[in-house]
């Protein structure tokens, strides 16, 4: 039986994937099964944003990916002071795509 106890798993990360995306906005849908993130780069004088990563995830997991991200950033603004999120919107919501200007999304919002 496994050793519960021992939480650490060794990883591989491979060059090309160690450099990462940047990334300024998050895409998130989701059915009944899966979470789906699309991870996208808005730029100035670019007509689309350009999605350079997705992952696809199970409701759990996604539960726990919320947990850690809040766990860190309380982390983070502990040592770094609070984030401020300029332009939010005062009802806390999110935006659709199709709603800003220049975007010509076909899809539906969500």
Do not use: C
Not at 17 to 46: K, Q
Not at 74 to 88: A, D, T
């Amino acid at each position: 039986m496994a050793d519960n106890n021992n939480n650490q798993i060794s990883l591989e990360l491979k060059p090309e994937i160690a450099r990462g995306h940047y990334s300024n906005l998050a895409i998130i849908s989701h059915s009944h099964s899966e979470f789906i993130i699309d991870f996208a780069t808005m730029l100035p004088g670019i007509p689309k944003p350009e999605i350079g990563s997705r992952i696809v995830m199970t409701p759990e997991h996604a539960k726990r990916l919320l947990n850690a991200l809040a766990d860190n950033i309380g982390k983070y603004e502990s040592q770094f002071g609070p984030i401020q999120l300029g332009g939010q919107r005062s009802d806390g919501g999110t935006f659709n795509l199709a709603d800003l200007p220049g975007f010509n999304g076909g899809g539906t919002k969500s």
